[in-house]
């Protein structure tokens, strides 16, 4: 992702900021992969911010050094995706889970940052519909999903067995028909509000426009949920 003198990419132009992923996380409404502190996510998320996916741990070899040093517009931010809100219990989007004014506060991270954001489908209205994982297996396969689903909520996100009752079944044509956008949301206040929130937002951010990249971050402002 490194560019020449001519400002263009040498192999590739971006790439996914995966550990954006923990974004997410940080208010703190819902089980996670990443079992640690508040202060620890908040960090590991800083560094993506500042520095891109190479910045995830302090640059240990040439090759760190060289993905630290790729323009922030050579990643792509997000809140959201399919694999975030279907790994969720239920499905359940961040705006189900968290405060209004935690969600907008995450979200203009990802909207105003130099890098590339990404909306994952409904975001710009704070859609309310959910996205459970489902998949049209059948047969042997189709059960292997329902089972591989149990299991990866029990050992990733330390689901109890009480609460995997909840769980949506994949194969189920309901769960499917569950994670269709409603577009007439879009008449509501609430999600007019969020449109309108999300194109002033959007309007501000010019990814990789702000000249040298020297955003500066800290673990103890991003970290206090009172702030």
């Known amino acids: 992702m490194m560019r020449d003198?001519?400002?263009?990419?040498?192999?590739?132009?971006?790439?996914?900021?995966?550990?954006?992923?923990?974004?997410?996380?940080?208010?703190?409404?819902?089980?996670?992969s990443l079992r640690a502190p508040v202060d620890q996510k908040t960090e590991i998320v800083s560094r993506m911010l500042a520095i891109g996916f190479?910045?995830?741990?302090?640059?240990?070899?040439?090759?760190?050094?060289?993905?630290?040093?790729?323009?922030?517009?050579?990643?792509?931010?997000?809140?959201?995706?399919?694999?975030?809100?279907?790994n969720d219990l239920l499905g359940q989007r961040i705006y189900a889970k968290a405060p209004v004014h935690a969600v907008r506060a995450l979200s203009a991270i990802y909207l105003l940052v130099p890098q590339i954001p990404m909306?994952?489908?409904?975001?710009?209205?704070?859609?309310?519909?959910?996205?459970?994982f489902?998949?049209?297996?059948?047969?042997d396969t189709g059960q292997q999903a329902r089972e591989g689903r149990l299991k990866f909520l029990r050992k990733?996100?330390?689901?109890?067995?009480?609460?995997?009752?909840?769980?949506?079944?994949?194969?189920?044509?309901?769960s499917f028909r569950s994670a269709h956008l409603d577009w007439n949301e879009l008449s509501e206040r609430e999600h007019a509000e969020w449109l309108?929130?999300?194109?002033?937002?959007?309007?501000?951010?010019?990814?990789?426009?702000?000249?040298?990249?020297?955003?500066?971050?800290?673990?103890?402002?991003l970290g206090d949920p009172s702030r």
């Open 156 to 174: 990733n996100l330390q689901v109890e067995e009480r609460e995997l009752v909840r769980v949506p079944d994949p194969l189920a044509e309901l």
């Open 196 to 221: 309108h929130w999300y194109r002033r937002h959007s309007q501000s951010s010019e990814p990789g426009q702000l000249g040298p990249w020297t955003i500066r971050w800290s673990v103890e402002s």
């Open 54 to 86: 190479g910045g995830i741990t302090k640059a240990t070899n040439e090759a760190d050094e060289i993905d630290c040093h790729a323009p922030p517009a050579a990643y792509v931010s997000f809140l959201q995706t399919h694999d975030l809100v279907g």
């Open 119 to 132: 909306l994952f489908m409904g975001d710009e209205w704070g859609a309310s519909t959910p996205f459970p």
């Open 5 to 32: 003198s001519d400002g263009r990419a040498r192999l590739y132009s971006a790439q996914w900021n995966h550990q954006m992923a923990h974004l997410r996380e940080l208010p703190g409404a819902e089980p996670c």
């Open 134 to 139: 489902f998949c049209d297996f059948d047969g």
